[in-house]
């Protein structure tokens, strides 16, 4: 009896033995993998350039991660090339909210639900900001100066019919202001042309301005989120909401990664694994701090269940905004 306890118990060692070494999942990247961003700049890039470092830092992937930009015709040239990539299993492209917008008010030939969910890494802030030079100290004293001078400030932004443009005038709406919409081509450019004083103001994400805030060339005014940023790196929390300064104006962004239509299951399966770990590190966690991203980790039924919905939500702003296309 004794030596066949001990048969078992050797069975059972050379059982485990033999699970460690097979990988956690059945497929794994054969080729480099390729992060598109659907803009020229801005977050998004920051976003798809700080996975691919953290990849490659605590080796997570054997292949090279690649990230391309591909902005034209505000950003849908990307989602269009990751829709042309059927059943890719080495593409990915990071998503923001003009994954809803540009079909509808641009007719942009994609639905967000022809691409692949993945996960939502976080939520972007919006932040109204002036040049440094400028006078103005707060929110209010800005948009009184452009409701008294209808046209006359410049807001630059990302696009056109895009969050930045729907956000200048939810906030013409909730005010009697009238700005003259600039599009610019990413976040990055709308950050320097404020700084150039090409434009006056921009709602640019804490990301995009971060650095020319930090250099002083820059002021924020106000936070389009019901409470003050509490993130570490920065001053954030000491940035006034616009509710606070009587404007009840709120918007946030996501910041996601989604894959080609079909994407295979099982490929599916190791990039949601994939990027677990990378949310998970402290270099991933201080980017998210730094930049005032909030941690919005959410995957499966959960996240197509937001998505649903903020496709609504997106669909309603843009017919009251008037920037649905015909």
Do not use: C
């Not at 998004?44 to 990230?67: G, N």
């Not at 976040?187 to 006056?200: I, P, S, T």
């Amino acid at each position: 009896m004794r030596k066949m306890k001990m048969s078992a118990a050797a069975l059972a060692a050379a059982a485990l033995l033999g699970s460690a070494s097979v990988p956690a999942f059945a497929w794994e990247p054969s080729k480099p993998i390729e992060i598109v961003v659907p803009a020229s700049g801005g977050g998004a890039d920051q976003l798809a350039r700080e996975i691919a470092k953290v990849i490659e830092t605590e080796k997570l992937v054997k292949q090279k991660v690649v990230v391309t930009n591909m902005g034209a015709a505000s950003g849908a040239q990307g989602y269009l090339f990751v829709k042309g990539k059927k059943g890719d299993d080495h593409t990915l492209v990071v998503t923001l909210s003009s994954l809803f917008t540009l079909p509808v008010a641009r007719g942009a030939a994609y639905k967000w639900d022809e691409l692949t969910p993945i996960a939502r890494l976080a939520l972007d802030e919006f932040v109204l900001w002036v040049n440094a030079d400028a006078p103005f100290k707060t929110a209010d004293e800005y948009v009184k100066a452009a409701a008294a001078n209808p046209g006359k400030y410049r807001m630059g932004g990302t696009g056109a019919a895009q969050e930045d443009q729907i956000l200048t005038i939810l906030l013409e709406q909730a005010t009697k202001a009238k700005f003259t919409y600039v599009p610019l081509s990413g976040g990055g450019e709308v950050a320097a042309k404020l700084v150039e004083k090409f434009v006056d103001s921009t709602v640019n994400n804490p990301a995009e301005a971060v650095k020319a805030w930090k250099a002083g060339k820059v002021r924020p005014l106000g936070l389009f989120n019901a409470i003050r940023m509490s993130y570490a790196g920065e001053d954030w929390k000491s940035i006034p909401t616009m509710k606070e300064q009587g404007m009840d104006v709120e918007y946030v962004m996501m910041r996601g990664i989604f894959g080609p239509p079909d994407m295979p299951a099982a490929a599916k399966a190791y990039y949601t694994d994939l990027l677990h770990k990378v949310a998970q590190t402290p270099e991933f966690k201080s980017y998210l701090k730094s930049n005032a991203l909030k941690d919005a980790w959410l995957t499966g039924d959960n996240f197509n269940t937001w998505l649903t919905q903020q496709d609504e939500v997106h669909r309603r702003i843009l017919i009251s905004t008037g920037l649905k296309g015909s």
